[in-house]
């Protein structure tokens, strides 16, 4: 039975990356439906806001913490995570293991030259992968039933979907089962990290928790303000569920008076 901590109402699993792979793998081998939700901090911020979000989510059968924020958080507050489960690291091992077993993917999302780009580059790295099929990211909520029936026709093992939150975890709420992939897997970025559009943080970085300062230099206008509120407010929710867990200090019999 796999471990849990609940952080700010959310359940995740506390899991590391090759638990997490290991799980993976049975549920394709078992021809048994997994899907995959990650949290950072902005997101857990947003499901605040957002009940579509924080449903999509709370749906998915493993939640792991994908943002080093989250671990962090999950320590202080004394429910800790083995560690952090980045969705594109996870994507990598995944797409690794895929080729090694056989089974196929599906990729959705991002636009169709970043898409195209990451294809080939795939395609050098991970050889022997079967891709059963691919689809730009840019749609109408109108498509989704005609894009999940395409993603099932293909036959394939593993659907990793390359495309911004809250619209990833909506579609594989919606569609994820019409699907009729054993796997999702929702990767946010990654496609256009792999096809060189966007650079990811060094390791260091990432090890301090400052991928969001990385991702948001490379495009102030659009990130800058959005990363600095929601950091800001995960701070908050942390500070706020720090003291409630924490207990009052006891009243001395001095401090009541009494002599």
């Avoid at 899991?15 to 290991?22: A, H, I, N, P």
């Avoid at 690291?89 to 990729?107: N, Q």
């Avoid at 230099?217 to 990130?223: A, G, K, N, T």
Wanted: contains cysteine; hydrophobic residues 45%; glycine residues 10%.
């Amino acid at each position: 039975m796999t471990a849990r901590q609940n952080l700010f109402g959310v359940t995740l699993d506390a899991l590391t990356m090759d638990q997490t792979v290991d799980r993976c793998l049975a549920a394709v081998r078992a021809g048994e439906r997994l899907e995959i939700g990650v949290v950072n901090a902005a997101k857990l911020v947003n499901m605040r806001r957002d009940p579509a979000l924080a449903r999509a989510v709370s749906g998915c059968d493993l939640v792991l913490a994908d943002g080093q924020a989250v671990v962090w958080a999950g320590r202080l507050l004394r429910r800790p995570l083995p560690e952090r489960v980045a969705g594109i690291d996870l994507f990598m091992r995944l797409l690794g293991e895929a080729e090694a077993a056989g089974h196929s993917v599906y990729l959705l999302g991002a636009r169709q030259d970043v898409l195209d780009t990451m294809l080939r580059r795939i395609a050098v790295r991970f050889p022997g992968l079967r891709v059963a099929g691919s689809r730009n990211g840019y749609f109408d909520d109108s498509e989704q039933p005609a894009i999940a029936d395409a993603i099932a026709a293909s036959g394939a093992d593993m659907l990793f979907l390359g495309m911004t939150s809250p619209k990833k975890e909506i579609f594989t709420a919606g569609y994820g089962e019409r699907s009729k992939v054993a796997l999702v897997h929702g990767v946010g970025g990654s496609f256009d990290i792999l096809a060189g559009v966007t650079r990811r943080a060094p390791e260091r970085w990432q090890r301090l928790g400052l991928e969001w300062l990385y991702r948001a230099l490379q495009e102030p206008r659009r990130l800058g303000k959005r990363y600095l509120t929601t950091n800001v407010s995960f701070a908050l929710m942390t500070g706020r569920e720090l003291l409630r867990r924490t207990p009052a200090p006891p009243i001395s019999t001095a401090s009541r008076g009494e002599s």
